[in-house]
């Protein structure tokens, strides 16, 4: 997949960084799906408010019925029409005081399941973790999907980890 043939991107988790990376994408002209688990952060979005709480975001959120424009609660139906899929999902400190992942790996674990096979899919881990956390998700994640081991995935991290 060359640079210029991806035209849809995926957010999973429309919170502080995901919804303005979600309508960032969308302003400059891609197809853009964002998911959250949350029903009521997508019903938010879904009406145009903004749930985050950030005031920068207040007056940005597109409209409903605005093109290319698709939120849902489903990572399992938003991921096959992505050509890229940001995970921005939290990474919370666990009370003692331990990197809780379970975040990233229940949504790696649906991004994972919901790639097509033999798609070109690049995902990328937004979420803060320490390095070598991309690496050892997915390692995880590919070797509980053994239906899924033939695609041609690419992960990465930002920054790179
Ligand atoms: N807020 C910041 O300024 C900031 C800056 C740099 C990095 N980060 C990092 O970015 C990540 C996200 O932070 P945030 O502030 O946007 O968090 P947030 O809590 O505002 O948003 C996260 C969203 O992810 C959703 N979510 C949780 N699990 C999900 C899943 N499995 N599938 C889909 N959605 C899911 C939640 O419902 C929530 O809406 C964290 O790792 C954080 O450390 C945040």
């Known amino acids: 997949m060359s640079k210029s043939n991806i035209t849809t991107v995926g957010v999973i988790g429309l919170g502080y960084v995901g919804l303005p990376t979600a309508i960032g994408f969308h302003d400059a002209g891609f197809e853009v799906w964002g998911v959250d688990v949350s029903q009521r952060t ?7 408010e903004n ?3 950030d005031p920068d975001v207040n007056d940005i959120v597109p409209a409903p019925g605005t093109e290319r424009w698709n939120i849902t609660t489903s990572t399992a139906e938003a991921v096959p029409h992505c050509d890229v899929v940001l995970v921005t999902v939290p990474t919370p400190i666990t009370h003692d005081l331990k990197p809780d992942l379970s975040y990233v790996e229940a949504a790696g674990r649906a ?3 919901a790639i097509p096979k033999g798609s070109n899919t690049i995902v990328v881990l937004e979420s803060t973790v ?3 956390v991309t690496a050892q998700t997915k390692q995880r994640l ?3 999907q053994e239906s899924n081991r033939h695609a041609h995935q690419k992960t990465y991290s930002h920054p790179i980890t």
């Open 51 to 53: 749930p985050t709480g």
């Open 111 to 113: 991004v994972f399941e």
């Open 142 to 144: 590919e070797f509980r």
């Open 130 to 132: 320490y390095p070598g």
């Open 42 to 48: 997508v019903d938010m979005v879904r009406a145009g």
